[in-house]
T-cell receptor, first 113, second 115 residues
Protein backbone atom coordinates (compact mmCIF):
# COMPACT_ATOMS: atom_id res chain seq x y z
CA UNK A 1 0.00 0.00 0.00
CA UNK A 2 1.14 3.52 -0.69
CA UNK A 3 2.35 5.42 2.34
CA UNK A 4 3.98 8.64 3.45
CA UNK A 5 6.36 8.67 6.41
CA UNK A 6 7.36 11.63 8.51
CA UNK A 7 10.38 10.96 10.62
CA UNK A 8 9.91 13.47 13.39
CA UNK A 9 6.87 13.40 15.64
CA UNK A 10 7.70 16.49 17.68
CA UNK A 11 10.42 19.05 17.02
CA UNK A 12 11.32 21.79 19.49
CA UNK A 13 13.42 24.73 18.31
CA UNK A 14 14.41 28.18 19.45
CA UNK A 15 13.65 31.18 17.27
CA UNK A 16 16.19 31.70 14.46
CA UNK A 17 17.18 28.03 14.42
CA UNK A 18 17.11 26.19 11.12
CA UNK A 19 14.42 23.63 10.42
CA UNK A 20 14.36 20.45 8.40
CA UNK A 21 11.42 18.03 8.55
CA UNK A 22 11.80 14.69 6.85
CA UNK A 23 9.24 13.10 4.54
CA UNK A 24 9.47 9.91 2.51
CA UNK A 25 6.91 8.33 0.23
CA UNK A 26 6.76 4.66 -0.60
CA UNK A 27 6.19 4.36 -4.32
CA UNK A 28 7.85 5.25 -7.59
CA UNK A 29 6.43 6.68 -10.75
CA UNK A 30 4.85 10.06 -11.20
CA UNK A 31 4.09 11.64 -7.87
CA UNK A 32 2.67 14.95 -6.74
CA UNK A 33 3.90 16.07 -3.33
CA UNK A 34 2.59 18.61 -0.85
CA UNK A 35 3.32 20.10 2.53
CA UNK A 36 0.32 21.34 4.49
CA UNK A 37 0.40 23.26 7.77
CA UNK A 38 -2.16 23.52 10.53
CA UNK A 39 -1.70 26.46 12.89
CA UNK A 40 -3.34 26.18 16.33
CA UNK A 41 -7.10 26.56 15.98
CA UNK A 42 -6.98 26.83 12.21
CA UNK A 43 -7.64 24.48 9.34
CA UNK A 44 -5.12 22.80 7.06
CA UNK A 45 -3.54 25.10 4.50
CA UNK A 46 -1.05 24.54 1.72
CA UNK A 47 2.59 25.52 2.27
CA UNK A 48 4.01 24.32 -1.03
CA UNK A 49 3.66 21.67 -3.72
CA UNK A 50 5.76 19.82 -6.27
CA UNK A 51 4.46 18.46 -9.57
CA UNK A 52 7.42 18.52 -11.94
CA UNK A 53 10.40 20.60 -12.98
CA UNK A 54 12.79 22.24 -10.56
CA UNK A 55 13.09 19.87 -7.57
CA UNK A 56 13.61 22.79 -5.19
CA UNK A 57 10.22 24.28 -4.47
CA UNK A 58 9.61 27.53 -2.65
CA UNK A 59 6.44 28.11 -0.69
CA UNK A 60 4.87 30.68 1.56
CA UNK A 61 6.46 32.18 4.67
CA UNK A 62 10.02 31.34 3.63
CA UNK A 63 9.55 27.57 3.49
CA UNK A 64 11.09 25.42 0.80
CA UNK A 65 11.24 21.72 0.03
CA UNK A 66 13.51 19.57 -2.08
CA UNK A 67 12.30 16.60 -4.07
CA UNK A 68 14.97 13.90 -4.31
CA UNK A 69 13.60 11.14 -6.53
CA UNK A 70 16.39 8.67 -5.79
CA UNK A 71 15.65 8.89 -2.08
CA UNK A 72 11.84 9.08 -2.41
CA UNK A 73 12.09 12.16 -0.19
CA UNK A 74 10.49 15.60 0.00
CA UNK A 75 12.00 17.31 3.04
CA UNK A 76 10.75 20.67 4.26
CA UNK A 77 13.25 23.36 5.24
CA UNK A 78 13.34 26.87 6.63
CA UNK A 79 16.61 28.68 7.37
CA UNK A 80 15.34 30.60 10.40
CA UNK A 81 12.13 29.73 12.23
CA UNK A 82 9.90 32.18 14.04
CA UNK A 83 7.61 31.70 17.03
CA UNK A 84 4.67 32.02 14.61
CA UNK A 85 5.80 28.84 12.81
CA UNK A 86 4.56 26.80 15.76
CA UNK A 87 2.11 24.42 14.12
CA UNK A 88 1.57 20.88 12.90
CA UNK A 89 3.09 20.05 9.52
CA UNK A 90 1.83 17.32 7.22
CA UNK A 91 3.53 15.87 4.19
CA UNK A 92 1.21 14.38 1.56
CA UNK A 93 1.40 12.65 -1.79
CA UNK A 94 -1.25 12.06 -4.40
CA UNK A 95 -2.25 8.43 -4.70
CA UNK A 96 -1.47 6.67 -7.95
CA UNK A 97 -5.04 7.09 -9.19
CA UNK A 98 -4.78 10.83 -8.62
CA UNK A 99 -7.99 10.78 -6.61
CA UNK A 100 -6.80 11.47 -3.07
CA UNK A 101 -3.98 12.65 -0.86
CA UNK A 102 -2.07 10.23 1.34
CA UNK A 103 -0.86 12.03 4.44
CA UNK A 104 1.93 11.34 6.85
CA UNK A 105 1.19 11.32 10.58
CA UNK A 106 2.37 14.88 10.97
CA UNK A 107 5.14 16.67 12.85
CA UNK A 108 4.40 19.08 15.65
CA UNK A 109 6.80 22.02 15.63
CA UNK A 110 7.16 24.08 18.77
CA UNK A 111 9.22 27.27 18.52
CA UNK A 112 10.21 29.10 21.68
CA UNK A 113 10.89 32.82 21.64
CA UNK B 1 -13.83 34.79 -0.64
CA UNK B 2 -15.55 32.14 1.44
CA UNK B 3 -13.67 28.96 2.13
CA UNK B 4 -14.92 25.45 2.68
CA UNK B 5 -17.43 25.34 5.51
CA UNK B 6 -18.53 22.35 7.55
CA UNK B 7 -21.43 21.91 9.91
CA UNK B 8 -21.75 21.16 12.71
CA UNK B 9 -18.35 22.02 14.13
CA UNK B 10 -18.91 19.52 16.92
CA UNK B 11 -21.25 16.57 17.16
CA UNK B 12 -21.72 14.35 20.18
CA UNK B 13 -23.84 11.26 19.72
CA UNK B 14 -24.50 7.94 21.36
CA UNK B 15 -23.35 4.59 20.10
CA UNK B 16 -25.78 3.20 17.57
CA UNK B 17 -27.20 6.54 16.45
CA UNK B 18 -27.21 7.97 12.92
CA UNK B 19 -25.34 11.19 12.08
CA UNK B 20 -25.03 13.49 9.09
CA UNK B 21 -22.11 15.81 8.51
CA UNK B 22 -22.38 18.60 5.96
CA UNK B 23 -19.79 20.20 3.71
CA UNK B 24 -20.16 23.37 1.66
CA UNK B 25 -17.26 23.56 -0.80
CA UNK B 26 -15.83 26.68 -2.35
CA UNK B 27 -18.25 27.90 -5.03
CA UNK B 28 -17.44 26.47 -8.43
CA UNK B 29 -15.12 23.75 -7.17
CA UNK B 30 -15.71 20.55 -9.10
CA UNK B 31 -13.88 18.09 -6.89
CA UNK B 32 -14.84 17.35 -3.28
CA UNK B 33 -13.10 15.08 -0.82
CA UNK B 34 -13.84 13.67 2.62
CA UNK B 35 -11.09 12.66 5.03
CA UNK B 36 -11.07 11.40 8.62
CA UNK B 37 -8.40 12.40 11.12
CA UNK B 38 -7.97 10.45 14.32
CA UNK B 39 -5.92 11.74 17.24
CA UNK B 40 -2.21 11.73 16.48
CA UNK B 41 -2.71 10.74 12.86
CA UNK B 42 -2.77 12.49 9.53
CA UNK B 43 -5.99 12.77 7.54
CA UNK B 44 -7.13 9.51 5.93
CA UNK B 45 -9.01 9.55 2.66
CA UNK B 46 -12.64 8.44 2.65
CA UNK B 47 -14.29 9.43 -0.63
CA UNK B 48 -13.84 11.68 -3.65
CA UNK B 49 -16.57 13.29 -5.74
CA UNK B 50 -16.13 14.52 -9.26
CA UNK B 51 -19.24 16.59 -9.77
CA UNK B 52 -22.23 14.65 -8.48
CA UNK B 53 -20.73 11.18 -8.68
CA UNK B 54 -18.44 9.38 -6.28
CA UNK B 55 -15.37 8.77 -8.41
CA UNK B 56 -13.49 6.93 -5.68
CA UNK B 57 -15.05 5.60 -2.46
CA UNK B 58 -12.31 3.12 -1.68
CA UNK B 59 -11.52 4.81 1.62
CA UNK B 60 -14.92 4.30 3.22
CA UNK B 61 -14.24 1.85 6.08
CA UNK B 62 -17.48 -0.13 5.80
CA UNK B 63 -21.07 0.06 4.60
CA UNK B 64 -22.14 2.14 7.60
CA UNK B 65 -20.54 5.11 5.86
CA UNK B 66 -22.15 6.77 2.86
CA UNK B 67 -21.82 10.18 1.20
CA UNK B 68 -23.83 12.09 -1.36
CA UNK B 69 -23.44 15.21 -3.45
CA UNK B 70 -26.75 15.39 -5.33
CA UNK B 71 -26.33 18.75 -7.05
CA UNK B 72 -22.59 18.83 -7.40
CA UNK B 73 -21.99 21.34 -4.63
CA UNK B 74 -22.95 20.56 -1.01
CA UNK B 75 -22.06 17.10 0.24
CA UNK B 76 -23.32 15.10 3.20
CA UNK B 77 -21.41 12.31 4.90
CA UNK B 78 -23.77 9.88 6.58
CA UNK B 79 -22.79 7.40 9.28
CA UNK B 80 -25.24 4.74 10.42
CA UNK B 81 -25.12 2.81 13.70
CA UNK B 82 -22.20 4.86 14.98
CA UNK B 83 -19.49 3.15 16.98
CA UNK B 84 -17.02 4.61 19.47
CA UNK B 85 -14.24 3.99 16.95
CA UNK B 86 -15.90 6.46 14.59
CA UNK B 87 -14.88 9.31 16.89
CA UNK B 88 -12.58 11.58 14.90
CA UNK B 89 -12.41 14.89 13.07
CA UNK B 90 -14.06 14.62 9.68
CA UNK B 91 -12.50 16.94 7.13
CA UNK B 92 -13.89 18.10 3.82
CA UNK B 93 -11.79 19.56 1.03
CA UNK B 94 -12.55 20.92 -2.39
CA UNK B 95 -10.52 21.61 -5.49
CA UNK B 96 -11.28 23.74 -8.54
CA UNK B 97 -10.47 20.96 -10.98
CA UNK B 98 -10.03 17.23 -10.95
CA UNK B 99 -6.53 15.83 -11.07
CA UNK B 100 -4.05 14.94 -8.37
CA UNK B 101 -1.84 17.96 -8.95
CA UNK B 102 -4.48 20.44 -7.87
CA UNK B 103 -4.39 21.99 -4.42
CA UNK B 104 -7.11 20.83 -2.06
CA UNK B 105 -8.67 23.52 0.14
CA UNK B 106 -9.69 22.16 3.52
CA UNK B 107 -12.54 23.10 5.80
CA UNK B 108 -12.31 23.39 9.60
CA UNK B 109 -13.67 19.90 10.16
CA UNK B 110 -16.45 18.39 12.25
CA UNK B 111 -15.35 16.79 15.50
CA UNK B 112 -17.50 13.70 16.03
CA UNK B 113 -17.62 12.11 19.46
CA UNK B 114 -19.45 8.83 19.90
CA UNK B 115 -20.19 8.02 23.52
Amino acid sequence: AQSVSQHNHHVILSEAASLELGCNYSYGGTVNLFWYVQYPGQHLQLLLKYFSGDPLVKGIKGFEAEFIKSKFSFNLRKPSVQWSDTAEYFCAATNQAGTALIFGKGTTLSVSS
Amino acid sequence: GAGVSQTPSNKVTEKGKYVELRCDPISGHTALYWYRQSLGQGPEFLIYFQGTGAADDSGLPNDRFFAVRPEGSVSTLKIQRTERGDSAVYLCASSPRTGGYNEQFFGPGTRLTVL
